[in-house]
């Protein structure tokens, strides 16, 4: 289904391997993240099964010994039709790798899976990656067409009954997927193609807003359809459509926004470090005294750890006010160099639920190679400044 908007293009420079392996220990990389773990890897990237996708084998077969679905088919048809889903993202993944775009994974969520790319193709090339998904459903729906014409079965869509039509269905399921996919709403496939196409007759911004309005105009429609005929998963794909075009929509105007921006336009330089020693009753005190939300903690003249507000109340309510900030700091926190792209380090920090990065001018720890931090509230106001300055030049023309 949908490609996810770029999630980190890898840092500027080139001799950053420590830094880049210590982001990794934070960043969405481990098996486990987001709650999604690693089936398989092909081509390099790794395709994950999102937990809820779980939920629905578990109703399926819950279903199937209820006897309510068709025993035997359910299951195996399940895992068909997903290996119908990965390859349709692979045919994204692969077309995205011919422009040099690299997939960070595949996710595979019960209504579908997603393609994280790592970064933003331009319109042109987001036209093929997004027209490849759906090409696969298609070369796969006429393959079986063929086949099913020349062993002269039929061709009826049947789930229930003695002997349901396994590669009958698979052909149908095939051809719902490439044209529901092709629906030009965001976040699906033929939202991103209307999107490359108004892209050629006007400017890439207006192509997204006229896209995200068209997909959550579908999204209302299928959402009232869903409820007049009590479609209850018609409902839940609505909504799903609905938030993904508004997320896009965002999405891009934060990437207009600080694409080309580096790290250190948006860092802040003063803030306060705590000592390794320091008490949580120290640190709570810090954090009451200003606006400072997270603290790098230092000893020897080194940063040993990060100590987030969230990780210090924590530390509060299981040690009490005397207990010491090293056993609540983080010990692998991430870090980035000034220089480094602000877009790919905003993606990063998304995956992170937001704590702060701390900002290193070079590949050691030393306490005066830490230069600043990026916090969320000082992306926020950089971003807000960087809109009024947009509109302001726009004024000005
Ligand atoms: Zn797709």
Redesign the pocket.
């Known amino acids: 289904?949908?490609?996810e908007l770029p999630t980190g293009t890898p840092p500027s420079g080139q001799s950053s391997e420590p830094r880049t392996e210590r982001r990794r220990l934070t960043a969405p990389n481990t098996p486990e993240d987001n709650g999604a773990f690693r089936i398989a890897t092909v081509a390099g990237i790794p395709i994950r099964l999102h937990w809820t996708f779980l939920v629905l084998l578990v109703a399926l077969g819950f279903m199937g010994l209820r006897g309510t679905g068709s025993e035997g088919v359910s299951l195996l048809f399940v895992l068909a039709l997903f290996c119908c889903v990965v390859l349709?993202?692979l045919?994204?993944a692969l077309t995205a790798l011919r422009y040099g775009i690299k997939t960070r994974d595949i996710v595979l969520y019960p209504i579908?899976?997603v393609?994280s790319l790592e970064s933003l193709p331009g319109p042109r090339q987001e036209l093929w990656i997004?027209l490849a998904?759906?090409a696969v459903n298609v070369a796969i729906a006429g393959a079986l067409y063929l086949f099913l014409n020349l062993t002269g079965q039929s061709l009826t869509f049947q789930l229930e009954g003695p002997r349901p039509q396994f590669l009958a269905n698979l052909f149908w399921i095939n051809v719902m997927l490439a044209v529901f996919?092709m629906l030009p709403a965001f976040p699906?496939?033929g939202g991103r193609v209307l999107r490359s196409l108004l892209s050629y007759v006007t400017s890439e911004d207006n192509a997204t807003m006229i896209a995200a309005r068209i997909g959550q105009f579908i999204a209302v429609l299928m959402g009232l359809f869903g409820l007049a005929t009590g479609r209850l998963g018609l409902i839940f794909i609505a909504i799903f459509v609905f938030i993904g075009a508004g997320q896009e929509a965002a999405a891009y105007r934060t990437k207009a926004l600080v694409s080309g921006r580096q790290v250190r336009e948006a860092m802040v330089r003063e803030f306060r470090t705590l000592p390794v020693g320091a008490t949580l009753r120290e640190a709570a005190d810090a954090l009451l005294a200003g606006t400072q939300q997270d603290f790098p903690i230092v000893h020897g003249g080194e940063v040993v750890g990060l100590l987030s507000r969230s990780a210090l109340l924590q530390g509060m309510a299981r040690e009490g006010p005397h207990g010491y900030v090293a056993g609540s700091m983080l010990r692998d926190f991430p870090v980035v160099h000034p220089d480094d792209d602000l877009e790919a380090v905003l993606m990063d920090l998304r995956g992170m639920m937001g704590g702060s990065i701390l900002v290193m001018a070079d590949d050691t720890l030393r306490e005066e190679a830490l230069v600043g931090m990026l916090t969320q509230e000082n992306l926020l106001e950089f971003l807000m400044l960087s809109q009024l300055q947009k509109h302001q030049a726009h004024a000005q023309l």
């Open positions: 289904m949908p490609t349709h993202e045919g994204h579908g899976g393609a997004a998904g759906p996919n699906m496939d």
